[in-house]
């Protein structure tokens, strides 16, 4: 693993337990059943207990991270010996999620009003769409590193990726519209 390589894994995995101060700070105002799972309508649907809830989902995510990155790191260099784009911006998606949903696990016992449905889709649908638009940025070596089966042809290869963007864009568009109905 590069040094660089080292420095994003230290970097992302500290954020995904960064959330645990937070939890730390607030643990004698939080209820000992914690909310971790929501309806789109914002309704609650599944508790954990709170250390679960503030300390193991960060570390669990954390290991997630750590597998994710090491894995990738190892097995999606491309001839150039630079990640594509869409790898290094996937990097970075376990831990802001993390964060964010972290914060809404906390706000919501805390007695703040926090539309859980509108803020799932808003982050989903951007994602979606960044993600979108990046899919086809990604050249035919460096699909090959990632890609298993890969297509045969780079013809192939630019069509997958063009319907794969597109579906991408579009789920993220509605993933934002839904915001307005739920």
Not at 14 to 30: A, D
Not at 153 to 169: G, V
Not at 170 to 175: E, F, H, R, Y
Request: proline fraction near 6%; charge should be positive; glycine fraction near 4%.
């Amino acid at each position: 693993m590069e040094k660089k390589d080292k420095k994003t894994l230290i970097l992302t995995v500290s954020i995904c337990l960064l959330p645990i101060i937070l939890g730390m700070v607030l643990y004698n105002k939080l209820p000992e059943q914690m909310p971790i799972h929501f309806t789109l309508s914002d309704e609650i649907d599944n508790y954990a207990p709170k250390n679960l809830a503030l300390f193991g989902i960060p570390i669990i995510m954390a290991i997630v991270q750590a597998v994710c990155l090491i894995c990738t790191t190892k097995s999606n260099k491309s001839s150039n010996n630079e990640k594509p784009k869409i790898v290094k911006i996937m990097e970075w998606f376990i831990p802001v999620i993390t964060v964010l949903m972290y914060i809404i696990m906390i706000e919501v016992p805390l007695g703040s009003i926090v539309y859980v449905g509108k803020s799932v889709c808003l982050i989903l649908g951007i994602s979606f769409i960044i993600i979108g638009n990046y899919i086809p940025k990604v050249s035919y070596e460096s699909g090959k590193s990632f890609l298993h089966p890969m297509p045969k042809s780079e013809k192939t290869f630019r069509k997958i990726n063009k319907i794969m963007a597109y579906t991408f864009i579009i789920l993220g568009l509605i993933l934002l519209t839904l915001i307005i109905w739920v």
